[in-house]
């Protein structure tokens, strides 16, 4: 069973950074970070493949950077330039099915292991 722990939110004011940090059991083929606000769905932020790099949604390309640590066994998603709209709850997931394709690969259906997740707030 994978378990997954995020840490590393907080608050901040519009243009401040943050490092959050995701401690897993098994890695698995796909992982990534999602987040949801009060009254959206959740949606993907970044997402790493084991042999094919990493993807990210329009909203945060140029400010976050997704990245992983093989040997601790640590997911992280370095942020920058923060923005109000990027407040929300913010989750690591994986997904152990490798075949995974396109714009599949940024839905939270196709991962099955979740964190309980960690808020982030970004103050105007």
């Known amino acids: 069973q994978v378990q997954l722990m995020e840490s590393g939110g907080g608050s901040v004011p519009s243009g401040g950074s943050l490092r959050l940090t995701c401690e897993y059991t098994?890695?698995?083929?796909?992982m990534g970070w999602f987040r949801q606000a009060p009254g959206k769905e959740r949606e993907a932020v970044a997402i790493?493949?084991?042999?094919?790099?990493?993807t990210y949604v329009d909203s945060v390309k140029g400010r976050f950077t997704i990245s992983q640590d093989d040997y601790r066994n640590t997911l992280y998603l370095q942020m920058t330039s923060l923005k109000p709209e990027d407040t929300g709850m913010y989750y690591c997931a994986g997904a152990p099915n490798g075949y995974i394709v396109g714009p599949a690969r940024l839905l939270p259906s196709s991962f099955k292991y979740w964190g309980q997740g960690t808020q982030v707030t970004v103050s105007s």
């Open positions: 790493i493949a084991t042999d094919d790099g990493s």
């Open positions: 098994y890695k698995t083929y796909f």
